[in-house]
């Protein structure tokens, strides 16, 4: 999941300085979850931006707005209220803003509601934590399922650090320390022998951006 927050409803307006007729798009997915881009966090961007004397042509919120075909499809069915637009204005993240913007077929300006944060999961609690950095070549099978690329501030590919202090990390004293966390799940499996297998530096050719792949 694609986790994201708003922007501050003083941002956006600079962002719509004389532009007039806003047509907004949400998100089905990640941003509804995040209560970021949903229909409740539409109607109440919408509702603000007509208190400041904006008119909102229309919304639309395709379920997955990063897939081209959903998109596609949802812009389509608004293409009346879009042309009548000055600009529009996503509730997404950036996967979703690039994605509307490539699929819109228009020089309309596309105005971002939203900052992209980080790919995260929810816990039991509700909170979204940062697990995977999307590196291109997991290790997890060798760190008991725990990623001391994300989890460790230092990236540390052999650790853990000499700042830990009581398995907690010096960088944040409230945060464990990742490879501790990795150590002792590895005793349980009765692994701790891979903590003796030194990795390499990591390639970084496998993060070169744009990444792309064909299915």
């Known amino acids: 999941?694609?986790?994201?927050?708003?922007?501050?409803?003083?941002?956006?307006?600079?962002?719509?300085?004389?532009?007039?007729?806003?047509?907004?798009?949400?998100?089905?997915?990640?941003?509804?979850?995040?209560?970021?881009?949903?229909?409740?966090?539409?109607?109440?961007?919408?509702?603000?931006?007509?208190?400041?004397?904006?008119?909102?042509?229309?919304?639309?919120?395709?379920?997955?707005?990063?897939?081209?075909?959903?998109?596609?499809?949802?812009?389509?069915?608004?293409?009346?209220?879009?042309?009548?637009?000055?600009?529009?204005?996503?509730?997404?993240?950036?996967?979703?803003?690039?994605?509307?913007?490539?699929?819109?077929?228009?020089?309309?300006?596309?105005?971002?509601?939203?900052?992209?944060?980080?790919m995260g999961a929810i816990d039991a609690g509700g909170q979204f934590l940062e697990r995977c950095s999307a590196c291109g070549d997991c290790v997890l099978e060798t760190t008991a399922s725990i990623c001391p690329i994300t989890r460790c501030p230092k990236s540390l590919l052999n650790g853990p650090c000499g700042g830990q202090d009581k398995g907690k990390c010096e960088v944040d004293k409230d945060r464990d320390c990742a490879w501790i966390l990795i150590y002792k799940e590895l005793k349980k499996q009765g692994k701790v022998g891979l903590l003796k297998n030194i990795k390499a530096p990591k390639d970084h050719s496998k993060l070169s951006k744009p990444r792309q792949l064909s299915l």
């Open 1 to 118: 999941m694609i986790i994201t927050k708003k922007k501050e409803i003083k941002e956006i307006l600079k962002y719509l300085e004389g532009q007039k007729n806003i047509f907004i798009v949400g998100c089905g997915e990640c941003s509804t979850t995040c209560k970021t881009g949903g229909e409740d966090e539409v109607k109440a961007v919408k509702e603000l931006l007509e208190k400041c004397g904006k008119t909102v042509t229309g919304y639309t919120i395709p379920s997955a707005p990063c897939v081209a075909a959903k998109v596609k499809l949802e812009l389509a069915k608004n293409r009346k209220p879009l042309e009548s637009s000055d600009s529009v204005l996503v509730l997404a993240c950036g996967l979703g803003i690039q994605s509307v913007k490539e699929n819109l077929r228009s020089d309309k300006p596309i105005h971002v509601g939203c900052d992209t944060l980080f």
